[in-house]
């Protein structure tokens, strides 16, 4: 059964720090583009951040320098270190994987498929 799941939200004030974490089980990926999406209250779901399979990084324009996305591979997981955190970045945050040689860019839009989706985590933050 394959499954990602999300942990490691909550609520914390401005400025403060969260690390998720997404725990992939039940399929073994070579290839692969693995992130972070996120969705506010009234707004669009929007790509956050992306690692692939050979390590390589890409962020939104939004988090770039505030959020680190890294990968545990022993582990499965996939982990965004949120620093520095601001009201604007209350969400829920999705975790999400598509199988295969793959685009970072296009991962973090909407139009490009992924297979697989976890449940989903919230993060709060308070002014």
């Known amino acids: 059964q394959v499954q990602l799941v999300e942990s490691g939200g909550g609520s914390v004030q401005s400025g403060g720090s969260l690390r998720l974490s997404c725990a992939a089980s039940?399929?073994?990926?070579?290839?692969?583009?693995m992130g972070w999406f996120r969705q506010a209250p009234g707004k669009e779901r929007e790509g956050v951040a992306v690692?692939?399979?050979?390590?390589?990084?890409t962020y939104a324009h939004s988090v770039k320098g505030q959020f680190t996305i890294s990968q545990d591979n022993a582990k499965n997981t996939v982990y965004l270190q949120m620093d520095n955190l601001k009201p604007e970045d209350t969400a829920i945050y999705y975790c999400?994987?598509?199988?295969?040689?793959?685009?970072?860019?296009?991962?973090?839009?909407?139009?490009?498929?992924?297979?697989?989706w976890g449940q989903g985590t919230q993060v709060t933050v308070s002014s």
């Open positions: 690692i692939d399979s050979d390590g390589r990084l």
């Open positions: 999400a994987v598509r199988n295969g040689v793959c685009s970072r860019d296009r991962f973090l839009t909407s139009e490009y498929e992924k297979n697989y």
């Open positions: 039940g399929f073994q990926l070579i290839y692969y583009c």
